[in-house]
T-cell receptor
Framework: EVQLVESGGGLVQPGGSLRLSCVAS????????MAWVRQPPGKGLEWVSS????????FYADSVKGRFTISRDGSKNTLYLQMNSLRAEDTAVYYC??????????????WGQGTLATVSS | EIVLTQSPGTLSLSPGERATLSCRAS???????LAWYQQKSGQAPKLLIY???SRATGISDRFSAGGSGTDFTLTISRLEPEDSAVYFC?????????FGQGTKLQIK
């Protein structure tokens, strides 16, 4: 059974940093593309970043480029999102999502339960 | 980027009726790489449909979808109370991925 479990969210001041983790089970992380998608409270979904199956292609939304970094550790079957220079508008539930296949141009067939990151002074 | 506009914003129907949800793209999604997700309150999104009309694993045949170019539709037949949720469309054929703002479906 595929499972994705996120952690690392919390309250941080503007300008601060958080590192989100997503532990995957039931499949091999390095065989699929993975993504982070966020949802501000009461609002819609926004794609944040994707990494393809071998880590050779990484993509970011313009809103986070230069501030967020996606990475993964195959030995731990874990996906990460390092978030620096956080702003109030980054406040959201962050979901880890597994792509249907190995590439960037795939839908997301499994999602974690999400972790809430709140940026506020 | 491709902007997806969903309509209506809210839909209120009775059990047994049919729901038709629309997703319009600001430019053609010629690849057909459009998906639909269901998100129930307090839960993560769930993939229903991918590549315009293919049902994801385990999804009831009450859910069907179609369309082409800039106009796509999700149809839910024989509505059940458990179908109450927000439904999002998602285009993944062009960078960046984008989502519609969602349609809230209420079952009376």
């Amino acid at each position: 059974e595929v499972q994705l479990v996120e952690s690392g969210g919390g309250l941080v001041q503007p300008g601060g940093s958080l590192r989100l983790s997503c532990v995957a089970s039931g499949f091999t992380l390095t065989s699929y593309a993975m993504a982070w998608v966020r949802q501000p409270p009461g609002k819609g979904l926004e794609w944040v970043s994707s990494i393809n199956y071998n880590g050779g292609y990484i993509f970011y939304a313009d809103s986070v480029k230069g501030r967020f970094t996606i990475s993964r550790d195959g030995s731990k079957n874990t996906l990460y999102l390092q978030m620096n220079s956080l702003r109030a508008e980054d406040t959201a539930v962050y979901y880890c999502a597994k792509a249907y296949s190995s590439g960037y141009y795939d839908p997301f067939d499994y999602w974690g339960q999400g972790t809430l990151a709140t940026v506020s002074s | 980027e491709i902007v997806l506009t969903q309509s209506p914003g809210t839909l209120s129907l009775s059990p047994g009726e049919r729901a038709t949800l629309s997703c319009r793209a600001s430019q053609s999604i010629s690849s057909g790489r459009l998906a639909w997700y269901q998100q129930k309150s307090g839960q993560a999104p769930k993939l229903l449909i991918y590549i315009t009309s293919s049902r994801a694993t385990g999804i009831s045949d009450r859910f069907s979808a179609g369309g082409s170019g800039t106009d796509f539709t999700l149809t839910i037949s024989r509505l059940e109370p458990e179908d109450s949720a927000v439904y999002f469309c998602h285009q993944y054929g062009y960078s960046p991925h984008t989502f519609g703002q969602g349609t809230k479906l209420q079952i009376k």
